[in-house]
């Protein structure tokens, strides 16, 4: 599969989708990069494996799981009606962001340059650094004059990119002003709240050592767009940009429905979503959680979303589908090109996702309620 955001339609998209995803960034300095993949990555398939680790990994397990569990034939909650639910905005007269529509050029730019860009940047050995840089360092960190674990770069050199690499606040910004070949001291302090409880609140000193400033490209390539499985940079560019696009509208979708009034959240879906995010990880690591559940599910929620969240999405999506009547054939699996995931899903879990991820959000985006700039 070569496009860049592909929307799959399985257990995944529960786990990495979930309107109220949580901030899991890292500000170590080892390990504090973003890894959100905000873009085209060399070579590689999108992920529906959850990015979390139970508190108790558990033993290999040959489960069998039942994602169709509670579901309907045509992909609704059994004995639910979604509509009782929530109460849905007049979707008729929404005023959605242009955004959600035409691509954001500086979003594109700023993508371009981060994604694809910064891998092919050329070594500049005399550039003074400047913000938005990416630069290559090597440092050592100590707290009272003793180096702590996880704290060097161990002479190996990383990169990092000024304003969008992760870093502990303010680390970064001392780097500006410097080059290539200089060798220099930085204060920091560590963040209250940081992971590491030693480290939390301590004021620290890194020496740093700065290897070269990463000077990017000026122009996309059809040889940039074949390492990322394109056949050309045009084919790279408008997946990026319908990638831009959907994440403008996931976040004015999220916008929806965390602000939408409902009556109540059956307990029933809420228990169905930690049933999703226990089997998917189950069955993508062949752990049995069976004896650390609460930890995991705990864990969960903490880092990544929300049960009752989770399920606010589903049954406003789900109400959506109500309204409009919508009922789904086996046409329509194979039209959203999601027979694969029956095998493993089930097909009343498959048509539940189809609903709540791609059809429900093609009621809101239609064509009807974009803007008139977006529109012409």
Not at 283 to 301: A, H, Q, W
Request: aromatic share 10%; charged share 25%.
């Amino acid at each position: 599969m070569k496009r860049l955001i592909a929307l799959i339609i399985c257990a995944g998209m529960l786990l990495l989708c979930g309107c109220a995803e949580k901030n899991t960034e890292v500000e170590n300095p080892v390990d504090g990069e973003d890894t959100e993949q905000a873009g085209p990555q060399p070579s590689t398939e999108p992920s529906t494996e959850p990015s979390t680790e139970p508190a108790d990994g558990g033993e290999n397990t040959e489960k069998t799981y039942d994602f169709s569990k509670g579901i309907t034939e045509d992909g609704y909650f059994e004995g639910i009606k979604a509509l009782d639910h929530v109460t849905l905005p007049d979707f008729e007269t929404l005023e959605i962001p242009e955004d959600c529509f035409t691509p954001n050029r500086a979003e594109v730019e700023y993508q371009l340059s981060v994604s694809v860009f910064s891998q092919y940047g050329t070594p500049d050995y005399e550039k003074v650094i400047e913000d938005g840089d990416t630069v290559n360092i090597d440092y050592v960190g100590s707290v009272d004059g003793v180096e702590f674990a996880g704290g060097s770069t161990n002479g190996e050199g990383t990169d990092v990119t000024i304003g969008v690499t992760n870093y502990i606040p303010g680390f970064l910004d001392q780097l500006i002003g410097h080059k290539a070949g200089e060798n220099f001291d930085i204060n920091v302090t560590f963040p209250e709240d940081y992971g590491n409880t030693e480290l939390a609140g301590a004021a620290a000193v890194f020496n740093i050592t700065v290897n070269y400033v990463s000077v990017p490209p000026t122009a996309l390539t059809d040889e940039m767009a074949a390492d990322f499985g394109f056949d050309s940079a045009e084919g790279l560019m408008e997946d990026l940009e319908n990638w831009v696009v959907e994440q403008y509208r996931s976040r004015y979708f999220s916008e929806l429905v965390l602000g939408a009034a409902y009556t109540d959240i059956p307990e029933s879906v809420i228990e169905l979503m930690r049933d999703y995010v226990v089997m998917e990880y189950e069955m993508s690591y062949g752990y049995d959680l069976s004896d650390s559940r609460d930890d995991f599910i705990s864990y969960y929620e903490a880092n990544v979303a929300t049960m009752e969240d989770m399920a606010k999405e589903a049954i406003f999506a789900l109400a959506l589908c109500e309204r409009e009547g919508i009922v789904l054939t086996d046409a329509d699996i194979e039209e959203y090109e999601m027979t694969r995931f029956t095998e493993d899903y089930g097909v009343p879990f498959v048509k539940n996702q189809i609903l709540i991820y791609r059809i429900a959000p093609e009621l809101i985006f239609s064509e009807q309620n974009a803007p008139e700039e977006a529109s012409e």
